[in-house]
């Protein structure tokens, strides 16, 4: 099995100080997957990812990248592996295909190879058109291709992606996405930390959620939302000066805590059948407090997040 596994990971620990940044992370990522690293800040994402990448040595457990130890084979786990962290890393004042050239050529590309092999990338990520302008004059979602094409120049047997959309308008992030499956189905394997959960769902195979240093859940996004219980209830209410009345109500009745989404107005709670989300409904109606929609059905990744660390995703962002 362990040939099977371009990532294996036991008791992975990092401190610093009296802080465990990693606390005993475990994790098996099968060769050609998508696996995401879902967490709020702080949580451990890029330290675990790093001592995965061998730029950070681990105080405790041990782990493997398409079979070498990051350990005592650092070097080997450099060559067979390729990272993009969260800010491009890229010469802004070359062109896009001089920087991809000059990476070609340092590792070991010569004269028209290295020309042949920018000009390939570029296609690739659908850069070709900006090819001869400067760096500086990209837009987030062009420097954000062209920095991961920088990671492709030598194709890795894994990619490792630190957030990779962040900051990225949505018609960007859509396209990094399509980038990310090609890259899957020619049969490298990604690891990503994201905090975006729709990321998270759309792209990953498996998804591993850590907390405070701690893996605190893994599985499919299906498997995750069954985790944490089916029969959500989600409510609208007409009166936003309501919310709290409505809160109050759904938990008198239906036992669990209410999640009310960052917009305000819609709340989200766990009702188990469809007869108790009846009558909860009908209960907030009893009170005079209007609903105007409603709907029972599986939990969204959002709500499995907040399940499963206590906390809002509005609440990490404020926090970036």
């Known amino acids: 099995m362990s040939d099977q596994l371009a990532i294996a990971a036991r008791g992975l620990i990092k401190r610093f100080g009296e802080v465990s940044a990693v606390d005993g992370i475990d994790l098996d990522v099968p060769r050609g997957m998508i696996f995401a690293i879902l967490g709020p800040n702080g949580a451990g994402k890029t330290t675990l990812m790093r001592m995965l990448a061998t730029?950070?040595?681990?105080?405790?457990?041990?782990?493997?990248?398409?079979?070498?130890?990051?350990?005592?084979?650092?070097?080997?786990?450099?060559?067979?592996?390729?990272?993009?962290?969260?800010?491009?890393?890229?010469?802004?004042?070359?062109?896009?295909?001089?920087?991809?050239?000059?990476?070609?050529?340092?590792?070991?590309?010569?004269?028209?190879?290295?020309?042949?092999?920018?000009?390939?990338?570029?296609?690739?990520?659908?850069?070709?058109?900006?090819?001869?302008?400067?760096?500086?004059?990209?837009?987030g979602g062009m420097r954000r291709r062209l920095d991961i094409a920088a990671s492709l120049v030598v194709t890795p047997g894994v990619l490792f992606l630190d957030e990779p959309t962040t900051g990225l308008?949505?018609?960007?992030?859509?396209?990094?996405?399509?980038?990310?499956?090609?890259?899957?189905?020619?049969?490298?394997?990604?690891?990503?930390?994201?905090?975006?959960?729709?990321?998270?769902?759309?792209?990953?195979?498996?998804?591993?959620?850590?907390?405070?240093?701690?893996?605190?859940?893994?599985?499919t996004s299906r498997e995750l939302?069954?985790?944490?219980?089916?029969?959500?209830?989600?409510?609208?209410?007409?009166?936003?000066?309501?919310?709290?009345?409505?809160?109050?109500?759904?938990?008198?009745?239906?036992?669990?805590?209410?999640?009310?989404?960052?917009?305000?107005?819609?709340?989200?709670?766990?009702?188990g059948s469809s007869a108790a989300a009846a009558k909860a409904v009908a209960a907030l109606t009893a009170q005079g407090i209007e609903v105007s929609d409603f709907a029972l059905g599986s939990p969204s990744l959002d709500e499995v997040f907040f399940s499963l660390t206590g906390r809002e995703r509005a609440e990490e962002e404020q926090k970036q």
């Open 225 to 271: 939302k069954a985790q944490v219980g089916s029969g959500f209830l989600h409510v609208h209410i007409a009166d936003q000066g309501r919310i709290d009345d409505a809160a109050t109500v759904l938990e008198q009745h239906l036992g669990h805590s209410v999640r009310r989404s960052a917009e305000g107005g819609a709340l989200a709670v766990v009702a």
């Open 55 to 139: 730029l950070s040595r681990p105080d405790g457990g041990s782990a493997t990248v398409m079979g070498h130890d990051v350990i005592s084979a650092p070097a080997s786990v450099r060559a067979a592996i390729a990272m993009t962290g969260q800010f491009a890393s890229l010469d802004e004042d070359l062109t896009g295909r001089d920087n991809l050239v000059l990476l070609a050529r340092l590792w070991g590309f010569r004269g028209h190879g290295a020309k042949k092999r920018a000009d390939d990338l570029l296609a690739a990520f659908e850069l070709t058109d900006a090819a001869t302008r400067q760096v500086k004059d990209y837009s």
């Open 169 to 219: 308008d949505p018609s960007a992030r859509q396209s990094v996405w399509k980038m990310i499956r090609g890259l899957a189905n020619a049969g490298v394997t990604i690891l990503l930390t994201t905090q975006y959960l729709e990321e998270a769902d759309q792209l990953a195979a498996r998804i591993a959620v850590i907390d405070r240093g701690k893996k605190i859940a893994e599985g």
